[in-house]
């Protein structure tokens, strides 16, 4: 089976301006999940979704938010962009949608924000 | 809050030597535990989960419910081995918590 895929690879932006990234799972797998990887903080859970529906988000201000479609691919989106957000945005899908903790990640998305 | 601590961010030993990566956590519950891999160039990958209480690439990790810790272990390190570790816990709330990573370097 195809890997989890992410477009795009890499992506510069400027301060203000919104993104949208792409997630396709592995084919069926159900939950997706993303995660903000920044040196200092490390791995860092924005959100999950299984079915359509957010099941939990982390602790992110309401700028970052996501959806998944019927097909299971997801979007994630950051609307007006802060310097900090600069990061590797990883998506990752599982297949057990009751506990998706065996979860096969993606290459990234590489945020830079000037 | 569940957290999930790794004392080192860097650990570097001989080939052949003994290797141990700690790693303990703070969970309400029974969490479900695992370490997850990334060696250079390539994407984090499932190395365990301890229900399975399996050994990968001649690693082993116990969990310790009394000292709410869940260490990696392995007997004797391989050159291969080097790579970034990561320690993760996961409750009934969908939500993969990891730790910060230790980046083992395995010394010829």
């Known amino acids: 089976k195809a890997g989890v895929t992410q477009t795009p690879r890499y992506l510069i932006k400027t301060r203000g301006q919104q993104v949208t990234l792409s997630c396709s799972p592995i084919?069926?797998?159900?939950?997706v999940s993303w995660y903000q990887q920044t040196p200092g903080q490390g791995l860092q859970f924005l959100f999950e979704y299984f079915s359509e529906t957010q099941r939990n988000k982390g602790n992110f201000p309401g700028r970052f938010s996501g959806r998944q479609f019927s097909n299971s691919r997801s979007e994630m989106n950051v609307s007006t962009l802060e310097l900090g957000d600069s990061a590797l945005y990883l998506c990752a899908s599982s297949p057990d949608s009751r506990i998706p903790y065996e979860q096969y990640f993606g290459p990234g998305t590489r945020l830079t924000v000037t | 809050a569940q957290r999930v601590t790794q004392p080192e961010k860097l650990l570097s030993v001989f080939k052949g030597a003994p290797v141990e990566l700690k790693c303990n956590y703070s969970?309400?519950?029974?969490?479900?535990l695992f370490w997850y891999v990334q060696y250079s160039r390539q994407r984090l990958q499932l190395l365990l989960r301890h229900i399975s209480r399996e050994s990968i690439k001649g690693f082993t990790a116990d969990l310790n419910k009394g000292e709410t810790s869940f260490h990696l272990k392995k007997p004797f390190a391989q050159e291969e081995d080097s790579a970034m570790y990561y320690c993760a816990g996961g409750g009934s709330n969908y939500k993969l918590t990891f730790g910060k990573g230790t980046l083992l370097t395995v010394n010829p």
């Open positions: 969970y309400s519950g029974s969490p479900e």
């Open positions: 084919s069926g797998h159900r939950s």
